[in-house]
């Protein structure tokens, strides 16, 4: 809208008396950032899902219909139903846990490993700083699926050894971030003048630097989060996650694979449901940054 | 100068607002002024009373959410209030051009200079290349830049403050408007700095006959340099009219108040004496600090600064940046170890303190930062921040502990419904006192201040300064006062430092500083202070012989 627009519509002032009211519901609703509640709602249905899975499928996500093999989706099944006759959507319904559970698992362990790493990195500075910061550079040269496939081969499998060797390859980039934050915050005035007023260490770093700090790291969490869940769906899709009757969701990718040409649906459906997931989670973490001072 | 002549810039009942989420914030409430050709006309008034924004809209570049109400702008007889960015587009520079604030961040740092002064040679006409540098090295040499023809291959980084506000001016006059819109060019520098460049405005006008826009906070520099003054208060004109009647005879409480609180040598009165035989607090002795540079050389900062503060007293020491001022207090609050050389304060030695006595220490010396806006961490309420201090060393039971933060507040003249907010929902006088208070609340022998007036407005600077005396005579505090405006040492002050490039030049009390016995540097610094203009000015200023250049 240029000046002029706008002047000329704020002289007409009896029009705008009237329109007022609807003018302000279609600016606000005009606002309304509709990609940030879409992301919202997808997260929101995927926790209920995890939560309360019996209240969206009747079906049994283990036990197969005998002679319902292979079906394509109908009213009956709502995502057609697997080569053991199990319906599609209860595995999604019921994998949702699996793959949430992991995921947070996963950026946990990133997230408490790689901010402290990065705080103590930050503020303590000089050799500390080098010898933990080159330990993350390691970390971030090797690939992270082979990262974390090396992890899981000494863990052994399993769900909950597939998310900490997620958290693992988290752990580099939380540490980086975090220490660049520090060093930000630590270089601020206010926490010399924290020094200033005889504050130890400890306490400057606990009450000024961390939650100072912290802004960022969150947003950077909610990114991880997205990209945990693919990598967790990686892993269960190859193999190394969940053994097979558990519904995750990369295991019903890598199930649905052999019928491929002749249902579709069993490989494409759970991969959308992944991608949107990401999607959202990436689009609650842009918001969150932006949000922050 | 004829009365006959059209206005160069006639602005009328101008009306502008910034958009603040749904709502709209009108900051400037029909303002209505002339600028005539080869005249100088300060907008005066203090941060947020739209003056910037006036600036702002007469050259169109008002902030993406703000937008002119009403009113007009007549630049050269022609309405450019309606005008698209595009039709504004031709005219900036060619008619109407900006000196903008803050050099340092004006200038593109990957372009050297001669490009960027030939860009705005390039956009308004063709020239071909040799043409084009001919002129770019005629527009630095008229703008008094040493060795134009080196200038021009140089990249912003290597220039000084001063000489880059001298490339700004380059840029602005260029196509020899008829208007230059001049927005605290000077703020940024240094007083003798500030004077030169100023100067040199003041001789581009007289030459080319250009009218000037002065933007500034600084009455002392408007009385100084501006042939009509008009103040602004809350986006309203108070008062506007020639500089010598505005000063002689102010009509409007609001200007009344601007005068009286502005730090100029006039009103100044020498404080009384010090008695003889007060304890010492803080004794420097042969104070060096070295910093060890990229290339291996260390660079040596304070270069032999002796002095002494008496209990009770303010000492305060000044410079031009890059004096060493700076370093010098830091030494003294324990904040960085001197290489060489003694700092007492009472009868600790500052420079064998170790990690747990130097905490203890800080109970003793506390230090107060330029910058509120940063100095505050804005996560913490007023209270939390207050409560700090208290935390650190007295194991209080809770309530005395917010008694006494409580009490320290109010000492600061801060109403107790603050304690509950956070640093960003406070001005920057309020922010300050919150600091000062948070300083004060351990109860130290000795408060180190930074610059601690400099960035508030002159009626904020005159309040947090009397605060300060205040607290000084009840308290029995002693001060180390760092600040540039020789008018606020002369206020506050009973002994002097000046530093110039790391070296001690003058020493002794404000009487003995500010007496023709100075060194030539303290006068020209102190010749330097604007506001000479003003009409109380009946402080004489010592006589400069031989002033060399010193920027």
Redesign the interface.
Same mark, same amino acid.
């Given at each position: 809208m @240029?000046?002029?627009d706008?002047?000329l519509h704020? @002289?007409d002032t009896t029009k705008q008396g009237e329109t007022a009211g609807w003018l302000?519901v279609l600016?606000a609703l005009r606002k309304l950032p509709l990609g940030l509640v879409l992301a919202w709602l997808v997260l929101t249905t995927v926790v209920l899902w995890a939560a309360m899975p019996w209240l969206f499928t009747a079906y049994d996500p283990l036990q197969g219909t005998p002679g319902g093999q292979l079906k394509a989706p109908s009213a009956a099944h709502l995502l057609g139903t697997d080569s053991l006759g199990r319906d599609l959507f209860a595995r999604l319904v019921y994998g949702a846990v699996h793959s949430l559970s992991g995921a947070i698992a996963a950026v946990g362990v990133g997230l408490i490993v790689g901010s402290a790493l990065g705080l103590v990195a930050g503020s303590a500075r000089g050799r500390v700083d080098t010898v933990l910061m080159r330990l993350v550079d390691v970390l971030l040269a090797i690939p992270t699926l082979l990262l974390s496939l090396s992890i899981i081969i000494l863990l052994g499998f399993g769900t909950l050894h597939a998310a900490i060797a997620v958290g693992a390859t988290a752990i580099a980039g939380f540490a980086r971030l975090m220490r660049s934050e520090v060093v930000r915050v630590r270089n601020?005035?206010?926490v010399?003048?924290?020094f200033?007023?005889?504050?130890?260490f400890a306490?400057v770093l606990w009450?000024?630097i961390l939650?100072?700090s912290l802004t960022s790291v969150i947003a950077y969490t909610a990114v991880q989060f997205g990209w945990a869940i693919l990598q967790i769906s990686t892993l269960g899709f190859l193999g190394y996650g969940a053994p097979p009757p558990t519904p995750e969701w990369g295991l019903l990718i890598a199930e649905g694979r052999n019928y491929l040409a002749t249902a579709w649906w069993l490989t494409t459906v759970p991969g959308l449901v992944v991608v949107t997931v990401v999607l959202a989670a990436n689009r609650i973490s842009r918001s969150i940054g932006r949000s922050s001072? | 100068m004829s009365p006959v002549q059209a206005p160069v810039l006639d602005v009328r009942d101008l009306v502008l607002s910034y958009r603040q989420g749904d709502e709209r914030a009108a900051v400037v409430h029909g303002v209505s002024f002339t600028v005539e050709p080869g005249e100088v006309v300060a907008l005066v008034g203090e941060s947020g009373s739209g003056k910037t924004s006036t600036a702002q809209a007469v050259i169109g570049l008002l902030a993406e959410n703000g937008r002119i109400d009403s009113g007009t702008i007549h630049l050269n007889g022609e309405d450019i209030s309606r005008w698209s960015s595009r039709r504004l587009r031709n005219i900036r520079g060619a008619v109407v051009s900006l000196v903008p604030q803050d050099p340092g961040n004006s200038l593109d740092p990957v372009m050297t200079i001669g490009a960027q002064v030939r860009e705005t040679l390039e956009i308004h006409g063709r020239l071909d290349r040799r043409e084009a540098d001919r002129q770019v090295i005629e527009l630095l040499t008229s703008v008094g830049l040493s060795e134009p023809a080196l200038r021009i291959r140089q990249y912003p980084h290597e220039l000084s403050g001063g000489m880059k506000q001298r490339v700004l001016i380059a840029i602005a006059i260029a196509l020899r408007p008829a208007l230059i819109i001049a927005d605290e060019p000077t703020s940024a520098l240094d007083v003798t700095v500030q004077r030169r460049i100023l100067d040199l405005i003041n001789d581009l006008r007289r030459e080319y006959g250009t009218s000037v826009l002065l933007v500034t906070h600084d009455l002392a520099v408007a009385a100084d340099r501006s042939d009509r003054i008009i103040v602004l208060q809350g986006g309203r004109i108070q008062e506007q009219g020639r500089t010598e009647d505005v000063l002689a005879a102010p009509q409007n409480a609001y200007t009344r108040k601007l005068l009286s609180d502005a730090p100029s040598l006039a009103t100044a009165r020498p404080r009384p004496p010090i008695e003889p035989g007060r304890p010492i607090a803080v004794t420097v002795r042969n104070l060096v600090q070295d910093f060890p540079l990229q290339s291996g050389k260390t660079f040596r900062a304070v270069d032999d600064v002796s002095f002494t503060v008496a209990r009770g007293t303010t000492h305060a020491v000044v410079g031009e940046s890059g004096s060493g001022k700076t370093t010098t207090i830091r030494a003294i609050a324990g904040f960085q170890k001197p290489t060489g050389g003694e700092i007492r304060v009472g009868d600790l030695d500052v420079r064998s303190l170790r990690s747990e006595e130097l905490r203890q220490f800080r109970r003793k010396v506390q230090l107060v930062y330029q910058n509120p806006w940063g100095s505050l961490d804005p996560r913490q309420t007023v209270q939390a921040i207050v409560e700090e201090p208290l935390l650190n060393f007295d194991p209080l039971p809770r309530d005395q502990r917010q008694a006494r933060v409580r009490a320290m507040i109010d000492r600061v003249g801060l109403p107790a419904a603050l304690l509950s907010r956070s640093p960003h929902a406070l001005s920057g006088g309020q922010r300050q006192r919150v600091a000062i208070a948070r300083a004060l609340v351990l109860e130290p022998d000795v408060v180190v201040l930074d610059e601690a007036v400099s960035a508030l407005d002159v009626t904020v600077q005159a309040q947090i300064l009397t605060l300060l005396a205040e607290l000084q005579r009840d308290l029995g505090l002693t001060y180390v006062f760092v600040s540039h405006d020789l008018a606020i040492v002369r206020q506050i002050a009973d002994t002097v430092s000046v530093l110039h490039n790391g070296r001690q030049v003058d020493y002794g009390t404000v009487d003995e500083i500010f007496s023709p016995a100075a060194t030539a540097y303290t006068r020209e610094l102190i010749q330097a202070i604007p506001g000479r203009k003003f009409p109380r000015a009946a402080f004489d200023r010592p006589p400069l012989a031989a002033a060399g250049p010193l920027s």
């Open positions: @240029t000046t002029t706008s002047f704020v @002289t302000r600016a601020a005035e206010f010399e003048a924290a200033g007023s005889g504050g130890t306490r009450r000024h939650p100072n001072p | -």
